[in-house]
T-cell receptor
């Protein structure tokens, strides 16, 4: 089975802190994604990556950056956390053709910024 | 206008009844459509995919697609308390990206 592992399930950070959310997948997938999920807004794409060191902005990239130094690892970085970034963050991976039946999600990381 | 629209609910359904969920999308070129179920605090899990106009049945679930009307629906027959969850509609858009709706919360009441 494909496994997408998010290193932190629950985090509480202070406003202004730098936050790293790590994601690792074990199926040699080309694509990796970071979404955030808020009530009433569904999943919104922050960034995605289709190859090592490659990244593309999603729908809501402001306030975030990403890093993909190795194929299996995709990190989401909040340079200076703010309270409006309190959310649930989902990492996902897929093979080169992105499709709803080939995308695999991690368990989610719940971030609270105080 | 959002790419993928769903009623947020909650949709309250008596146990044993049919739950009907609707989804509309804006990109006429979309070819692939998906329904995910998400339990509270968990990640989404795929329950149905549909690519052609018409109905597709899988157990108690039926997906219906009408590309001319840009409409996809999900029916859950014989609803069970375990079906209580949020159901997300997702569409592959013309750029190949996966666009999600906001989700419909379903509550099955005993």
């Amino acid at each position: 089975d494909v496994k997408v592992t998010q290193s932190s399930r629950y985090l509480v950070k202070r406003t202004g802190e730098k936050v790293f959310l790590e994601c690792v997948q074990d199926m040699d997938h080309e694509n990796m994604f970071w979404y955030r999920q808020d009530p009433g807004l569904g999943l919104r794409l922050i960034y995605f990556s289709y190859d090592v060191k490659m990244k593309e902005k999603g729908d809501i990239p402001e306030g975030y950056s990403v890093s993909r130094e190795k194929k299996e690892r995709f990190s989401l970085i909040l340079e200076s956390a703010s309270t409006n970034q309190t959310s649930m963050y989902l990492c996902a991976s897929s093979p080169i053709v992105i499709s709803g039946n080939t995308i695999y999600f991690g368990e989610g990381s719940w971030l609270t910024v105080v | 206008q959002k790419e993928v629209e769903q009623n947020s609910g909650p949709l309250s359904v008596p146990e044993g009844a049919i739950a009907s969920l609707n989804c509309t999308y804006s990109d006429r070129v979309s070819q692939s459509f998906f329904w995910y179920r998400q339990y509270s605090g968990k990640s989404p899990e795929l329950i149905m995919s549909i690519y052609s106009n018409g109905d597709k049945e899988d157990g108690r679930f039926t997906a219906q697609l009408n590309k001319a009307s840009q409409y996809v629906s999900l029916l859950i027959r014989d609803s069970q308390p375990s079906d209580s969850a949020t159901y997300l509609c997702a569409v592959n858009d013309s750029w190949g990206k996966l666009q999600f709706g906001a989700g419909t919360q379903v509550v099955v009441t005993p």
